[in-house]
């Protein structure tokens, strides 16, 4: 017996499987068993040997691959979480909770519907659920998420005009700070750099590192600096190309390479006497 990670769900939790004499590779569509039921998941690695001392939490179980009818039934459940979603809306409504509803899931045997929503704080919702499971007849199971979630699982198109990267290929949503924005010489208008979901936009840490690396060959911005055209003061860097815009005493502002200017009389005491 070995275990494979998989994702499940619509937030792309990971969790270890059990799998058993199932062939399975990174980016397989697979059935699994928990306590919670029957659902879908793909596969993210390799199979590795099982840890003995590790006892498994959750107790997924990979049951096989997706096969037509399954794709078939997982469409049906799809269709039915849309069709619910008119209804839920109306009775959130009537119980004037203040959530945003975002989506409706159907585990894959249809025993339980997962409700995903969005809210600023705590809401009570236990009537609503009792509500909800009298009419539909199933467990359900409330899943508060935070607003770069929600634009994961909807979807859109960002800012480069293509679709955005936590709903197509990101599996962490990592946090994203201004910090970023300042050392790549972004606009300061938050608006500028924001994505669907208002918050900055995750291609910011993408980039991060290479700036940082940069930023110790590179001198800041304001600073005085000596280049073969006379003293100036470095209104911008290019980190890619390794240049830096300087703007001379002289008024003029060029481009030199990063190599061909050395730091200011002052700028050079200071690192000297340290």
Same mark, same amino acid.
């Given at each position: ?98 959530? %945003? ?8 045997? +249809? ?15 236990? %009537? ?53 924005? +300042? ?92």
């Amino acid at each position: 017996m070995s275990r494979v990670v998989i994702e499940i769900g619509l937030l792309r939790n990971r969790f270890d499987a059990l799998i058993t004499r199932v062939e399975t590779n990174p980016g397989d569509r697979v059935l699994v068993a928990s306590s919670e039921g029957l659902n879908t998941a793909t596969v993210i690695s390799s199979p590795h040997p099982e840890k003995p001392d590790k006892k498994d939490k959750y107790e997924w179980k990979v049951i096989r691959t997706l096969t037509k009818e399954d794709y078939r039934i997982l469409q049906e459940n799809r269709n039915a979480a849309d069709e619910k979603t008119v209804e839920v809306k109306e009775e959130i409504r009537k119980e004037n909770l203040t959530m %945003n509803l975002t989506r409706l899931n159907y585990t894959y045997d +249809r025993s339980k519907l997962y409700v995903y929503y969005t809210a600023e704080g705590r809401v009570d919702f236990r %009537n609503l659920i009792r509500k909800l499971g009298s009419r539909f007849k199933i467990r359900i199971q409330m899943v508060q998420i935070g607003v770069r979630d929600e634009a994961a699982i909807l979807g859109g198109i960002g800012l480069c005009g293509r679709e955005i990267c936590c709903s197509r290929f990101l599996r962490d949503i990592e946090t994203v700070n201004i910090d970023m924005a +300042r050392h790549q010489n972004l606009v300061q208008n938050t608006e500028n750099i924001s994505g669907c979901c208002g918050r900055l936009l995750c291609c910011l840490r993408f980039e991060e590192k290479l700036y940082c690396k940069a930023g110790h060959k590179l001198p800041c911005l304001g600073k005085k600096v000596l280049t073969p055209s006379g003293k100036g003061t470095v209104s911008g860097v290019d980190p890619f190309k390794e240049t830096i815009k300087v703007n001379l005493k002289s008024g003029e502002e060029k481009e030199f390479k990063a190599d061909s200017v050395s730091p200011g009389i002052k700028e050079r005491l200071k690192k000297w006497i340290k």
